[in-house]
């Protein structure tokens, strides 16, 4: 943790965008919320980032609370909690993912993606697709919901199979996937 907490430190003095998959789950230290701009999580870990329960054993969909009105409370307290940071991706499983980015001081702006249709063999690896698709396609400089399709088609790969390495498809998969394929279903969350 050190180690991630100086790269992010050094990375975010040089202006490089800085992302953050922190799974499993640890609160992160001042310092990583503090070099963070990106922090892509699951739903599990989602609701403890997001203190959307009190107890640990209160199941909480937080897919359902992100799609509401209440995202916008949400929001305000990870803003507080993570200064730096302008976007929040939760992954949901197969009911897709939620991706908020920050509008300045005024607010959120969110998306709600749709996962590839897939029968899953092997979850094994499919966050960790989806985390460096996404931040693939940021560099890029892909939209947040391209972005987030992307991610969905990168992580269905692996979970259509056994193994990880094997299952990541390369650009040419993905950019002939984008070529070929109906656009995952995409909403814009209103009310952040």
Known sequence: LPAVERALA????????TVLNPS??????????????????NQTEAAALLRLSAAADVAVDVGAVLCSPAAA?????????WPRATQLVVTLGAQGSVGFERQGNTGWRGWQVAACAVQAVDNVGAGDA?????AAALVQGDSMPSALQSAHFCAAQVVAGAGVLARLPHAAALAAWRATAAALQVRLLDGL
Not at 10 to 17: Q, S, W
Not at 130 to 134: E, G, K, L, P, R
């Open 10 to 17: 050094i990375a975010a003095a040089a202006g490089v965008v």
């Open 24 to 41: 499993p789950w640890h609160a992160p230290s001042a310092a990583l919320r503090a070099a963070t701009q990106v922090v892509v999580v």
């Open 73 to 81: 409370g949400v929001l305000a307290r990870f803003a507080q909690d």
């Open 130 to 134: 989806f985390a460096a698709a996404y």
